[in-house]
């Protein structure tokens, strides 16, 4: 009967007990999976956030071209991702890192002011008459018709009488039609990396330009600026109208041939015109050129400059110095009968004379083109293309006073602006020279040690002759651009072959590896972008060029005249780096500006004193202060939630040690009764993988020592009470493991010394990481600092992060794949096992190279360091995990 009462009394005793330890487990289930399911958010929103800044930094480096658009979708997703984080932050850790919200908004004010600069226009009229302009209105009427007027109104020569539309007339346009907001979404939702995106929507954006309405004060202005014009001219003068966008015309900057010119127009298409010019600010080759150079679309204001038309007997384009060679200081002078636009477009051969600086200037030079054809003026209104008969097409086009007047005037505009100039001019009916273009001359570098072109001994030449139009050498596949359709098509690297030089192909030019061109010379359009974006240009190489065949591999030396068949690597070794034609442009600048709060890292060592929320200086500190403390607050999991033994299971496994695990969620194969759990019923990949390393070469028991060895272990045992298993200390606890499938924390003791892991393994790399830590030991503390640089010079080849203080070693690794992460447990697993007691041998440097060998060879065989060898596969879920 007592026997039975003693019973009784335990079961009822036991039966709250077990109900509290089970209440107790279903609490800590329930607290790891809302500390999970944050911590995993959380991971997501930091990496993300880091390879957006990883990208953005790529950009600032890199030359290849971005926008505003780029910039602003970039620092928003970062911005989201960092709020992310910090909200996640909170989940973690309920009120702890209180100025952390708060330094967050600060940083993003910041980048807000910066993204929201706005460059607003100068002035209060809608139109200007071209006296009243000058270079200090720039601001107002753009650099190309600031320094018309300039040349009219303070150098004194000849300019058509003429007025400018400004580019408050052009906010006033926009405004009107609400266009802005419509061109932002449209440039905001493209891929302005791919070349069919950008065709559409330079397409669709020129149409709802063309289509807006005129403001009637803005209408009424042109007319009446119109009507001035009328009077210095005469009535009904026809007119051209061409783009003075801000920016266009600037020092580095030529936009040349980007925008739109048109010529000859009657009163009655006036506002036809403008709108035109307005929508050419958005043609292919236009956005691209703005992309590849670093400017800021709501920059460009197009102005537009309207003056009375000239019917020029020739026209041309002079340089003031050797465009392709800063060394040659003699004047150049490219000239055709009638308009200068097949110069400037490439389109027919030239006449070039080279003058010397003396006074008068004596010819040196003189080409006299074979020229087929001229552009003239239609009575009515438009230009006409003309066939050239007779001996006109073979005789110069300038007589030598009229070059020698060009050569004047060239010196004069050098002298006056104070660098080399390229001038476009017009030869009036009366035989004088009109001046319809004044901007800083684009001049090719010189490279240093650059060799005269020399023939290349065993090289097969392709082709030969023609005009350098930009200097230097590259290489790659030939592919001909004949329409519009072929160059949605050009394949980066690849060399652009047409047959005339036209300016719409320089939206290819930051693709392309060089440019060939039938027709075209060193003035046009195209190859002054050439020289600007440093691409080896060779033109004029006439019906020669049809043998070039898509696909063929050919080196243009475009200073040599020559097409090599092949590759030639003795003249590619030669080629200097392209410069990064971002570099100190609008957009570039704004990005550095936003990244010098987005991207550098003030937060650097977490134990120092100042590694605090309130001291983020940037979104990065913020990143790296939420990383390591929510690794912190995942990691102290099992340090801040305690548990009876009762609520944990007993391993059963063939090993001396004992063996705790708590189930945290489905760490489990299935639902386990009783107090042993089995290894087939564990399903956790992490702990499988410390398991396999554990258990994957049996222990040999501690490594013999010397007599000083011993009497060092014998006084730490007896002055470190810690050691001591029966007093209660943090490093008496049993060795348990608290998993899930995929997250395993094991705290684990070693004879004297003691590790922890925490780690997270899934087939999404981005939330993987492993943490572990390694300490103590029962020697003194040189032969246990010596033992902790052997475990992490170990570690340190399997890819880890270490950090020594004193005795300790701390280690991390994230974001590698499942495999790899596997593998990297497996490690640890076995050096958990293998490093114990050896601090007791490290004061003996044989003894110690002896066991770092025996080491490295253990672990060749069970996880080579080779990345192609797969460490072997355990079976169960652990080689399910790491197929």
């Known amino acids: 009967m007592a026997n039975f009462l003693a019973t009784l009394k335990q079961l009822i005793l036991r039966r709250p007990s077990q109900e509290a330890d089970q209440a107790e487990v279903e609490q800590l289930r329930a607290d790891f999976k809302a500390r999970y399911q944050a911590f995993k958010l959380l991971l997501a929103a930091n990496n993300k956030a880091l390879e957006i800044m990883s990208d953005m930094e790529r950009a600032l480096r890199g030359g290849q071209p971005y926008g505003m658009n780029y910039i602003r979708a970039n620092c928003t997703a970062v911005g989201v991702n960092v709020y992310q984080i910090v909200k996640n932050m909170e989940v973690l850790a309920p009120g702890k890192y209180t100025h952390l919200a708060e330094r967050f908004r ?39 018709m600031a320094n018309l007027g300039e040349l009219k109104n303070h150098v004194g020569l000849r300019v058509p009488p003429g007025f400018v539309i400004t580019a408050l007339a052009y906010h006033r346009f926009f405004a009107h039609n609400d266009l802005q907001a419509e061109i932002d979404r449209r440039i905001q939702s493209a891929t302005l990396e791919r070349m069919d995106h950008l065709f559409a929507l330079s397409s669709g954006i020129q149409q709802l330009i063309v289509k807006a309405q005129v403001p009637p004060d803005l209408e009424e202005a042109i007319l009446s600026a119109y009507r001035g014009l009328e009077a210095k001219a005469h009535p009904g003068a026809t007119v051209s109208l061409r783009s003075s966008a801000l920016g266009e015309d600037d020092a580095g900057l030529s936009f040349a041939g980007q925008y739109r010119s048109q010529l000859n127009v009657n009163r009655e298409h006036l506002l036809d015109s ?31 400059g309207c003056m009375a038309m000239v019917d020029a007997r020739a026209g041309g384009v002079t340089y003031t110095r050797n465009a392709l060679n800063i060394r040659d200081q003699s004047i150049y002078i490219t000239s055709v009968w009638g308009l200068p636009k097949s110069v400037v477009d490439g389109s027919t051969p030239a006449d070039v004379f080279v003058t010397d600086r003396a006074e008068p200037p004596q010819i040196i030079e003189s080409r006299v083109a074979s020229k087929e054809r001229k552009f003239v003026c239609y009575p009515d209104e438009g230009v006409c293309r003309l066939d050239l008969i007779g001996e006109a097409g073979g005789s110069p086009s300038l007589t030598e006073a009229q070059v020698q007047e060009l050569a004047r005037v060239a010196l004069k505009l050098e002298d006056y602006y104070g660098s080399p100039q ?58 001909w651009v004949k329409k519009d359709r072929d160059a949605l098509e050009f394949p980066p690297g690849a060399v652009l072959v047409c047959a005339q030089s036209a300016p719409r192909w320089a939206a290819l030019l930051s693709r392309a590896a060089a440019v060939v061109a039938s027709e075209g010379g060193v003035a046009g359009h195209l190859a002054n972008v050439a020289r600007e974006f440093e691409v080896p240009a060779l033109f004029g190489l006439g019906a020669a060029a049809e043998a070039l065949v898509n696909g063929q591999e050919v080196t243009v030396d475009a200073d040599g005249l020559t097409i090599y068949q092949g590759r030639v690597e003795e003249l590619l070794g030669r080629v200097a780096q392209r410069r990064n034609l971002m570099e100190g442009s609008p957009v570039h600048q704004t990005l550095v500006k936003a990244m010098s709060f987005i991207a550098p890292l003030t937060l650097i060592n977490p134990d120092a004193p100042e590694f605090r929320a309130r001291n983020c200086q940037t979104l990065h500190d913020v990143t790296r202060f939420c990383h390591e403390k929510a690794v912190h607050e995942m990691f102290s999991f099992g340090k801040e939630h305690h548990f009876s033994e009762r609520s944990s299971k007993q391993l059963y496994y063939k090993v001396p040690m004992q063996w705790w695990v708590i189930n945290l ?50 006084f730490q045992a007896t002055t470190n009470k810690a050691l001591l ?37 899934s087939e999404r790399a981005s939330e993987n990481y492993i943490s572990f830590s390694f300490k103590g030991g029962a020697a003194d503390f040189q032969r246990r600092l010596a033992r902790t640089q052997l475990v992490a010079a170990l570690l340190e080849e399997y890819g880890f992060r270490v950090q020594i203080k004193e005795d300790a070693a701390f280690a991390r690794l994230e974001g590698l794949d499942q495999k790899s992460m596997v593998d990297r447990l497996i490690v640890l697993g076995y ?48 080689e399910a995990a790491r197929a």
């Not at 236009?286 to 670093?294: F, T």
């Not at 499938?741 to 094991?746: D, E, T």
């Open 665 to 714: 969620d489905d760490g489990y194969t299935e639902d386990i009764p009783g107090k042993y759990v089995r290894l087939e019923q564990i399903a956790s990949i992490p702990m499988l993988a410390l398991w396999e390393g554990i258990i994957a070469v049996p222990w040999a028991g501690p490594p013999p020592m010397d007599a000083k060895g011993f009497a060092s272990v014998l």
């Open 106 to 144: 600060a940083v993003q004010d910041q980048i807000n002011k910066i993204l929201a600069e706005e460059r607003r226009p100068e002035g209060g009229r809608l139109v200007l008459a071209l006296e009243e302009v000058d270079r200090e209105k720039a601001d107002q009427v753009g650099a190309k």
């Open 274 to 304: 403008y709108r035109e010019i307005v929508a050419s600010k958005y043609s292919l080759q236009a956005i691209h050129y703005r992309l590849s150079r670093g400017i800021r679309d709501e920059d460009v204001a197009m102005c537009v």
């Open 725 to 761: 298993p029966s007093v209660k200390s943090s490093y008496a606890n049993r060795n348990y493991f608290m998993i899930s499938k995929n997250f395993c924390s094991l705290y684990s003791r070693f004879g004297f010394h003691f590790s922890t892991v925490e780690t997270m393994v």
């Open 831 to 878: 050096l958990s096992m293998h490093t114990r007691q050896l601090d007791m041998v490290m004061a003996d440097p044989r003894a110690v190279a002896h066991f770092a060998a025996r080491l490295r060879k253990d672990l060749a065989g069970i996880c080579p360091l080779n990345p192609e060898a797969a460490c072997p596969a355990p079976s169960g879920e652990l």
């Open 422 to 479: 390229d001038i476009e001019w017009a030869i009036a009916p009366d035989g004088q020279p009109l001046f319809l273009q004044c901007r800083p001359l684009q001049q090719a570098k010189a490279q240093e040690g650059q060799a005269a072109p020399l023939a290349v001994a065993g090289a097969q030449v392709a082709l030969a002759g023609g005009v350098t139009a930009s200097p230097g050498v590259a290489a790659g596949p030939v592919y």
